[in-house]
């Protein structure tokens, strides 16, 4: 997990370092009309660098409104207040599934004036044409000194739902010739706890747990590939629940395999 941040103030020409879409079917009404023209200055200026396009991101844009209201607040730029969570507690606790988050803020007196002070600053540029980012939300607020500006930029994890999730995990377990149980009732609880295993008075108690936290579905960990190359098991459950912000600055899946 990467996390970049830029910020800049802009006072009329001078620039000053003070620390950090769906473009083709999203309807520029819908979102305010600075932060519009920010995503189209950001895709013209990825496209000429080879780059793809950011689609917009409606969590990641809530996230990023509500950090700039703070800096207006405080009439001051920052990543992190002393008493705000950081950037990426912050876009998971508005909805945003990422595996890389990168943001710029700034401040200057109009949205070119932003976005040109992005370009012509290594830090804020980097992040603007990362090719590892697809999304981005961006909020602009209007204070005393300004505009201030904040962008979200993101790698996004696809939205699946808890089934579609066990789902993906028990075909990689079929495939190593593990039968996966239908009812993923007790793995989800298993799933939630950091250690240990739920009572249950219907169900044996298994004989290997694994859980983990990951951005991708891919593949199945290591340590459980170990564990079933030992050909010791025959049955599994599958269950998936929210992600732990503690394990990690990323907001994928978490899972609980449990072996029997």
Known sequence: MKILQS???????????????????????????????????????????????????????????????????????????????????????????????????????????IHDAWMHSPAHHDNLLNPAVNRVGIAVVAGPQGLYAVADYERGVEQLSQTQVEAMVAQMLLASGITVQPDPALARVACAMDDGMPRSASSPHPRFVMRWQSSELKQLPKTLVNELATESYHQAAVGNCPADAQQGPFSGYRLAVLLY
Do not use: K, Y
């Not at 990543?79 to 969570?85: G, K, L, M, N, T």
């Open 7 to 113: 910020g800049l103030v802009l006072f009329l020409a001078g620039v000053m370092s003070v620390a950090g879409a769906q473009t083709n079917r999203l309807n520029s009404g819908a979102i305010q009309s600075e932060a519009w023209q920010l995503v189209q200055l950001a895709n013209q200026a990825r496209a000429q660098a080879g780059a793809g396009p950011l689609e917009w991101d409606a969590a990641l844009a809530e996230a990023a409104r509500q950090h700039c209201l703070r800096m207006v607040a405080a009439r001051a730029l920052s990543h992190q207040f002393p008493d705000e969570p950081d950037l990426s507690a912050r876009a998971q606790a508005a909805g945003a599934h990422f595996s890389l988050i990168e943001e710029n803020v700034a401040l200057a007196p109009r949205p070119t004036a």
